[in-house]
């Protein structure tokens, strides 16, 4: 059997939808774009939305229609996919890396402190996995401090806190489309949700161009060309549709795993959901001291697993070079970066592969 680690959806329907918005609209900013970002903003609560080409443009412009600027320091998790802070080092932001929390992954609120100076403007906490990140805690401690709160939401499409959606827990919310996460469009692909309508008015601008409003040729911002085509989202309408039903499976799929890993070998499970925090299981990740023969044992037999992350941001090698960090600066997040896997989880992932799944780990472990 082979269980792949992740598994893309694309429908008949979504290729159609696509194929009529090639057929019908504008190839960029059609109307399937404000549709899906209607859609978007109404799944998150909030007031707008605003589609960009990849959770990366996403992330820097909310940064930057938020007033960050070259040399101003965002705080976020080296925890992450690279691109949390690649997104502000690009325009020369500095990256302040607070260390993650052992019960989460995501930024330990209680460390804060300690990263935040004079220069810090932002901070970016990134909900891992799918897991919303403290954000009573960060909220306050930011607010306290007059710092802009990004979420870096881009693998916790619909994840819930305390009632309310990632996405509107803060400043403004990120998303990405790439093709692994829980819903996607048909390659790469972005949003901002935010609730602030001048935040909304400069990352449209910016993702156009920089554009005056109602302007052709006056350029009155210094933008990019960062949109979302039409295909793509009219492919994100149809994804976006199914995003409910696709969570409710992951949560599924994470019950099974966890009730029947609980105990093996070494084996920790991921962070609970609580009565506050519904994840999105974005990923379905282990600890272990042994993922390496893990993997080892795994891949021959078609499973695929995923070593999230190898390399906290801090310690990859561009960021050496640049910002001069040594190992031991992050230990909870560099112990995580030694001792997770994933295994595989998506929305139609079948009893039989989680089975099969769990009956290889069991193996290794006998
Ligand atoms: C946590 C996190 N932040 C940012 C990104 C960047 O998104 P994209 O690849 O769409 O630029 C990703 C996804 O790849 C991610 O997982």
């Not at 007059?146 to 990120?174: F, M, P, S, T």
């Not at 799929?253 to 920790?268: E, H, P, Q, R």
């Not at 295994?343 to 780990?361: K, L, S």
Request: proline share 5%; glycine share 8%; net charge positive.
């Amino acid at each position: 059997m082979k269980v792949p680690i992740a598994s893309p959806v694309m429908t008949e329907k979504m290729i159609e939808a696509a194929a009529n918005a090639l057929r019908n609209e504008r190839l960029t900013l059609g109307e399937s774009v404000f549709k899906f970002e209607e859609a978007f903003a109404r799944m998150c609560g909030t007031k707008h939305a605003i589609s960009v080409s990849s959770g990366t443009a996403a992330l820097q412009l909310a940064l930057q229609a938020n007033g960050i600027r070259a040399g101003d320091r965002v705080v976020t998790s080296a925890m992450s996919f690279v691109a949390s802070s690649n997104s502000f080092v690009v325009f020369g932001g500095l990256p302040g890396f607070g260390d993650a929390s052992d019960s989460d992954y995501n930024l330990d609120p209680q460390k804060l402190d300690r990263v935040i100076d004079g220069k810090t403007r932002a901070v970016m906490p990134v909900h891992l996995y799918g897991q919303p990140a403290m954000m009573d805690e960060i909220n306050d401690i930011s607010r306290k401090r007059k710092l802009v709160v990004i979420e870096d939401a881009c693998q916790a499409h619909g994840a819930l806190y305390k009632g309310k959606r990632a996405g509107n827990l803060a400043d403004a919310g990120c998303f990405s489309f790439y093709p692994t996460k829980n819903m996607h469009v048909g390659g790469d692909g972005g949003m901002i949700t935010t609730n602030d309508d001048k935040v909304a008015d400069l990352c449209a601008r910016m993702r156009h161009c920089g554009r005056k409003k109602g302007s052709n040729y006056e350029h009155d911002l210094i933008g990019y060309t960062y949109r979302l085509n039409s295909a793509n989202a009219a492919i994100g309408i149809e994804q976006l549709k199914m995003l409910p039903e696709w969570n409710e499976k992951r949560r599924a799929a994470a019950k099974t795993y966890d009730s029947k890993l609980n105990g093996v070998g070494d084996l920790v499970l991921p962070p609970q959901p609580t009565k506050d925090i519904e994840p999105v299981f974005h990923l379905y990740t282990l600890r272990t001291k042994k993922r390496y023969e893990l993997k080892a044992f795994l891949e021959p037999k078609g499973v695929g697993v995923g070593l999230n992350y190898e390399i906290p941001i801090h310690l990859q090698p561009a960021y050496k070079e640049k910002f001069g960090y040594k190992e031991g600066l992050l230990p909870v997040s560099e112990r995580l970066c030694k001792e997770v896997i994933a295994i595989p989880m998506f929305a139609d992932i079948t009893p039989e592969q989680i089975n099969y799944v769990v009956e290889c780990v069991k193996e290794f472990y006998r």
